[in-house]
């Protein structure tokens, strides 16, 4: 009789875990990408996230991103990319690059977003020089707006804005998982967005 008790409480259990399991859909929820590209390692699931530091729903997805990442299972790799779409958004991702070449693009990257939306130092969306004080004061080293203009970054520059071409992302911040599938802003609050793509990265990881 317990035992049948028990058994019948699992089955409850279940019948309601399964119908508060979140359900998304193509077209509404995510987009399947028109041109995909290939995965670059097919043991692991990449999510992408394209940003641009001016943008306030990149701001407030940072804080829920940055805690899904902590928390991210060991097979998924997050890849921060800035969307260099046009000439004041590539202002920024040169910044970006060139402070992930000087190894603080991790340490600083909240920091800048903070310092644009909390303290409204807004500069820092496209001026050299005060781009250029900034990392220098947050121990980025010294000839930063250089290395900004130098043909590595610009390289690496012209690949994200090439991606984002690729991807035809129409804003940010958007989140592309294993190069085929798109989550951006229109499918809802930051929890959604990292819900949405916690559903595609499972369907990817099963589907290795």
């Known amino acids: 009789m317990l035992m049948q008790r028990v058994l019948l409480a699992v089955l409850v259990w279940l019948s309601v875990a399964v119908q508060a399991a979140p359900v998304f859909q193509e077209g509404k929820d995510y987009q399947l990408l028109p041109q995909p590209s290939l995965r670059p390692d097919p043991q692991r699931v990449q999510v992408r996230e394209f940003f641009w530091y001016g943008c306030p729903h990149c701001y407030h997805l940072l804080p829920v991103l940055d805690a899904w990442a902590r928390k991210k299972p060991s097979y998924v790799d997050l890849v921060l990319t800035p969307a260099a779409l046009n000439p004041e958004w590539q ?18 990257h909240d920091d800048m977003f903070n310092a644009i939306h909390r303290d409204q130092n807004i500069q820092l969306i496209n001026n050299v020089a005060a781009i250029d004080q900034f990392y220098t004061a947050h121990g980025a080293g010294a000839n930063f707006s250089a290395l900004m203009n130098s043909m590595v970054v610009l390289g690496k520059v012209n ?14 911040p958007s989140l592309v998982i294993d190069g085929k599938y798109l989550v951006d802003y229109h499918a809802g609050e930051p929890l959604r967005m990292m819900q949405v793509v916690d559903y595609l990265v499972t369907m990817e990881h099963h589907g290795h």
């Not at 202002?91 to 600083?108: C, F, M, N, P, T």
């Not at 071409?165 to 129409?170: I, P, S, V």
């Open 91 to 108: 202002i920024d991702a040169q910044a970006y690059y060139a402070a992930e070449i000087r190894g603080v693009a991790s340490k600083l």
């Open 159 to 172: 690949a994200a804005a090439q991606l984002a071409r690729q991807y035809q992302l129409e804003g940010v």
